[in-house]
């Protein structure tokens, strides 16, 4: 089965700066790649999706890029602010396969956005 | 439209007792899915659901029974509860032929003493 790695686990940062957060996955037939932010005492929610026959998606300040090769996909956080900080938890799924739409999800990051 | 809605918000049982936990969604979505969160585990999979009568096993069992006799809800029981099962438990639900997206409820607080 799929098996995705997510680092680092912890992330602080400087408000005004930037965050990366990488995932790697390990079956080459995943094709879609979701991201998702959990504000504490909150449910996880999408901000960004991509589809492995993208390589790059931007929704104003994040960013996902995702290389097919080398199995890694990344999430960019621009001009981070403090309403940032959260859990982010990466995800990989073959979808439209026989996965019954189970995403196999990342350990999940903490992002702390200092002010 | 009132999305996954899960019930109750918070629970706590004593080492033995029993108790269900209610997801709804009103998406009309073919798959749905139980998870549960510990600190610095993530999100494991429980059991899912593929549609009306069938359920399967997922990551972490055990413990665990569940049940969708309709589309919309999909319930999660534990038939004698476990400190080790004290954690948060998110529902979420998707589309048979969707991107792959999941909804997820607002989750339920359990704590087993």
């Known amino acids: 089965g799929e098996n995705v790695e997510q680092h680092p686990s912890t992330l602080s940062v400087q408000e005004g700066d930037s965050a990366v957060i990488k995932c790697t996955y390990s079956?080459?037939?995943?094709?879609?790649f979701p991201w998702y932010k959990q504000e504490l005492g909150k449910r996880p929610q999408l901000i960004i999706d991509?589809?492995?026959?993208?390589g790059e998606k931007k929704d104003q300040r994040i960013a996902v890029t995702l290389n097919k090769t080398a199995k890694h996909f990344s999430l960019h956080i621009t001009e981070t602010q403090p309403e940032d900080s959260a859990v982010y938890f990466c995800?990989?799924?073959?979808?439209?396969?026989?996965?019954?739409?189970?995403?196999?999800f990342g350990q999940g990051t903490i992002l702390t956005v200092h002010p | 439209n009132a999305g996954v809605t899960q019930t109750p918000k918070f629970r706590v049982l004593k080492t033995g007792q029993s108790m269900t936990l209610l997801c709804a969604q009103d998406m009309n979505h073919e798959y749905m899915y139980w998870y549960r969160q510990d600190p610095g585990m993530g999100l494991r999979l429980i059991h899912y659901?593929?549609?009306?009568?069938?359920?399967a096993k997922g990551e972490v069992p055990d413990g665990y029974n569940v049940s969708r006799l309709k589309k919309q809800n999909f319930l999660l029981g534990l038939e004698s509860a476990a400190p080790s099962q004290t954690s948060v438990y998110f529902c979420a639900s998707s589309y048979k032929r969707g991107s792959g997206e999941q909804y997820f409820g607002p989750g339920t607080r359990l704590t087993v003493t």
């Open positions: 659901s593929v549609g009306e009568g069938t359920t």
């Open positions: 079956d080459s037939a995943s094709n879609y």
């Open positions: 995800a990989a799924i073959n979808a439209g396969g026989t996965s019954y739409g189970k995403l196999t």
């Open positions: 991509i589809r492995s026959n993208v």
